[in-house]
């Protein structure tokens, strides 16, 4: 190798740099190499140290990755089980309002039905035909002489 800077002041450019002697060139090759060997040896300990990083965030993520999946098929599985729920009390609801149609009707039935004891005394019947329509309604169809007297007290 070869000097670039000359050492006496004054003759840049003017002559031809001065040669490195032959220990000054071995020790500025063994630096040289020294320097490219540790260069290289910290950018391969930088490379594996990034790589192990990566692998211990890439299993992070995968295993946060599982988790959140797993949270996703509890939640859907917690939506279909509420969903099933929500059908059964929507069928449950759909019944008990028919039983209380039902109940209601019977109800003003049984009011319309019941508003008191009908008593009746009749005097002078000739004839008297009963006609029964459904439980708890019968009809009561009377032919009179003449003279016939019904009371009738509510």
Do not use: W, Y
């Amino acid at each position: 190798m070869t000097r670039v800077a000359s050492s006496t002041p004054g003759a840049s450019g003017a002559g031809a740099p001065e040669p490195l002697s032959a220990e000054h060139e071995r020790l500025l090759t063994l630096c040289l190499t020294s320097a490219s060997v540790l260069l290289r040896e910290s950018r391969m300990e930088v490379l594996e140290s990034t790589e192990k990083e990566l692998a211990l965030v890439t299993d992070t993520i995968r295993e946060d990755n599982d988790h959140l999946h797993a949270e996703i098929d509890a939640l859907r599985a917690r939506i279909d089980e509420e969903e099933g729920a929500r059908r059964q009390l929507q069928a449950e609801l759909a019944d008990l309002r028919e039983e209380l149609k039902a109940v209601a009707e019977e109800q003003e039935f049984g009011r319309i039905r019941g508003r008191g004891e009908i008593k009746m005394s009749v005097n002078d019947v000739s004839e008297v035909e009963v006609l029964t329509i459904g439980p708890g309604d019968k009809r009561v169809q009377m032919h009179g002489r003449d003279g016939m007297q019904v009371d009738i007290a509510v």
